[in-house]
């Protein structure tokens, strides 16, 4: 791919062409394509809550191939230890010394499937390196690759031998989002496009961007203008979720360097280099809905963080831009 001068231009090409990359493995669901794309290039982590079989690890690995990234799947059980991922030094008897033996956390893009079935402990090894980009081993850091992201899913429906995830950890996924059943149409077009001469094909997605370019958008998606109204509408909206009478966690300045950091990519992908408050919108549920928690009476009468959060939207007021 060419680069134009623009930057602008070079970043909605580059992004389209990943986008239609990964929606080409997972059909049917381009909401799910967009807003997955939009935690990776904003540099954040995405959190996938559905039920099985809908293409959650499809999207991960279709994601990583687009890229050409190196990937790590981790199985999340109970009996799973923290060393499992991060990994672990090992002695040498030969040498006298102990050698770091690296988990699978050290990949570019790592899904960890079925986070919530691990112990607390476990998932909370995940909490430097979501951070910090790092892992901590005998005092000693050992850095992760760049580009990093961890894709965590998780089954809203089986409960049982799982365990919640804190709210500290919730707050590190960029994104939580879902993907849901496919279309009659686009689930015909999976068996028919997957069906060549009665044998079941893989389908993959082919390496249309270089890890160097991730690293470039990423940079540059944190230039992507924001006016000061636009900021303020950002901090209303987490003002006005941490005032509300029904919740009893609001948004954290983290969420809302989260949702400010969503609206550029989004921005971006659209082809413009400043944010409006219609990008802030488009990407708010995803960003804040499971960083928020209702009171116990809003939870017995069946109140969403989604609901509430579309009320907020509703009421803080909406600022007006000139056209730039």
């Not at 672990?88 to 919530?116: C, K, M």
């Not at 995940?126 to 850091?141: I, K, P």
């Not at 509703?314 to 007006?320: D, Q, R």
Request: aromatic share 6%.
């Amino acid at each position: 791919m060419t680069k134009p001068t623009d930057p602008v231009e070079y970043f909605a090409m580059t992004y389209e062409a990943v986008r239609r990359q990964v929606a080409g493995v997972l059909q049917g669901k381009p909401e799910a394509v967009r807003l997955a794309l939009t935690g990776l290039f904003a540099g954040g982590h995405l959190l996938i809550e559905d039920v099985p079989g809908v293409g959650k690890t499809t999207l991960a690995k279709a994601i990583a191939g687009a890229l050409d990234a190196s990937w790590q799947r981790i199985q999340f059980t109970p009996d799973l230890l923290p060393s499992d991922i991060t990994g672990t030094n090992v002695y040498d008897p030969r040498a006298g010394t102990f050698d770091f033996r690296p988990g699978p956390v050290f990949a570019h893009l790592v899904l960890a499937d079925e986070i919530n079935r691990a112990s607390p402990k476990t998932q909370s090894a995940l909490l430097e390196v979501m951070e910090e980009r790092q892992v901590t081993v005998d005092g000693r850091a050992h850095p992760v690759p760049t580009p990093f992201c961890v894709v965590a899913t998780q089954n809203p429906v089986d409960l049982e031998g799982t365990y919640r995830l804190p709210e500290a950890q919730l707050d590190r996924f960029l994104l939580r989002i879902t993907i849901g059943y496919p279309s009659q149409a686009a689930e015909t077009g999976i068996l028919t496009g997957r069906v060549v001469s009665g044998a079941r094909t893989a389908v993959a997605a082919q390496p249309v961007c270089t890890l160097e370019q991730v690293r470039w958008m990423r940079e540059y998606t944190a230039r992507v203008h924001v006016a000061d109204p636009v900021a303020g509408y950002i901090a209303g909206i987490a003002q006005a979720t941490r005032g509300h009478r029904r919740l009893r966690l609001g948004a954290s300045p983290r969420a809302s360097l989260a949702l400010l950091s969503a609206a550029q990519v989004w921005a971006a992908a659209e082809g413009r280099g400043y944010v409006t408050p219609d990008d802030v919108q488009a990407v708010a549920e995803p960003v804040l809905a499971h960083r928020l928690l209702v009171d116990a009476e809003a939870e017995i009468q069946g109140v969403r963080p989604t609901d509430i959060l579309a009320e907020v939207l509703g009421t803080v007021p909406v600022p007006a831009l000139d056209a730039a």
